[in-house]
C-alpha cells in the first residue's frame, strides 16, 4: 500500500501517526495483572520495569537516579550537567525556578548557567555517588562531548553509557572537526553503549551497525524541545517506533541474530503513551516530563533540556509541568487523579492483562488501530 500522499503538484510526504493517533486492541483473551510482569533485561542487566530517567537536569541528579534504580528502572544522569559543572548546583536550580516565564529571559540564564565547562572530576565523584548505592550507573552525552571527553568516560564507573543528541548519525561528516566515530567508540569502551535519537529505518540500522546495544527513538526533550518549530524537524513517534522496530528485525537477520534495543525517547508524557510506544515496538521508554512531575525531581516542577540552552541555536524551552506526587506514586501509585500521570506501570500491567500479554515483549505483538 502506497502510504504516500500529494501535498502539492511538486511534492509528496509519507503519512505517519503520532501516540495520540493510535490505540491498542483487547484480545479473547484477559488475565489477571498479578500474573503479568513488567521486567526488562538490557545486556547483562535485569530492571524490574522498562524504564529510563531521560539525562536532563529538571529530571535526574545522583540521588533521583539512585531512587529510581532501586525502584526498578535505570536514572541516566547528564554528564554534561549542573551535576557535572558544578560542585554545588543547587542554587541555580533555585535561580531558574524563580525566573519569570519568558522565553528570552529564561533561555539567557540557562545560556549562562551552562556556559561554565564540564569538570571530568566532578563527574566521576557523580557517578561514584551513584555506584555506592548499588544501582545501574548511567550517564550520558552528546556526540560532541563524547568526542572531546572520551577518556574520562572510559576511565569513569559506568555500566551503561548513552550518546543522546537531537539526531544521532552514524555517518556524521565535518570538515571542521574530528567527528565522534561511533563504531571505534563502542568497539574500545567495555560496557553497553545507547545511541539516538533517531527516528527512520535506514538511520536506525546504519546505528545498530556501529555495535550499539540499543537505540533511542525520536529527537529527544519531548514538552521541553522545539526542534519542530526552530528547525522544521519532526517524525511522529508511532511511525518511527515502528520504522525503527523494523530495522531490528532485518538487522536481526542480517547479523545471525544479535538484538538491539529499541528505547522509545520523546513524546511519552501519559501512562497510555507507554503502553503505544510498546505496541509499537519499543522495548522500553525513556522518560522527561513523567517523571519531571515527581516531587523528588530537582527540576522542582519545571523541566527543560539540553537543546535549551544551546549557545548559538536555542531549540528548547523551560516549561512547567507541575508536581502530582511522588516518584514511587508516579511509577507505582496510588493514584488519586484520572489523567494518566500517577501509576505509570499499574496502567501498564492493566493493559497488559486487558489484552492478555504476560510480558513486555509479547505486548508488541498487540493489534493497534488509527483513530482520526
Known sequence: MNDEV?????????????????????????????????????????????????????????????????????????????????????????????????????????????????????????????????????????????????????????????????????DHVSSQAEPLNLKQFIHHLDIPVIVGGVATYTGALHLMRTGAAGVLVGFGGGAASTTRRTMGIHVPMATAVADVAAARRDFMDESGGRYVHVIADGGIGLSGDIVKAIACGADAVMLGTALARASEAPGNGWHWGSEAHHSTLPRGSRVEVGTVGTLEQVLFGPADNAEGTLNLMGALRRTMATTGYTDVKELQRVGVVIGY
Open 6 to 170: 500529494e501535498i502539492g503538484r511538486g511534492k509528496r510526504g509519507r503519512r505517519a501517526y503520532s501516540f495520540d493517533e493510535v490505540a491498542v486492541v483487547p484480545t479473547r483473551r484477559t488475565r489477571d495483572p498479578r500474573d503479568v510482569s513488567l521486567s526488562w533485561q538490557f545486556d547483562a542487566y535485569y530492571m524490574k520495569i522498562p524504564v529510563m530517567g531521560a539525562p536532563m537536569d529538571s529530571v535526574m541528579s545522583p540521588e533521583n537516579a539512585i531512587k529510581l534504580g532501586k525502584l526498578g528502572g535505570i536514572g541516566v544522569l547528564d554528564l554534561e550537567g549542573l551535576w557535572t559543572r558544578y560542585e554545588d548546583p543547587l542554587p541555580f536550580y533555585e535561580e531558574l525556578t524563580r525566573l519569570d516565564q519568558t522565553s528570552a529571559n529564561v533561555t539567557a540564564k540557562l545560556q549562562e548557567i551552562y556556559a561554565e565547562p564540564v569538570k571530568p572530576d566532578l563527574m566521576a565523584t557523580r557517578l561514584e555517588e551513584i555506584k555506592a548505592a548499588d544501582v545501574i550507573v548511567a550517564g550520558a552525552m552528546s556526540p560532541a562531548g563524547t568526542q572531546k571527553l572520551w577518556e574520562a568516560v572510559a576511565e569513569a564507573p559506568l555500566d551503561v553509557f548513552v550518546v543522546r543528541g537531537s539526531t544521532v548519525s552514524a
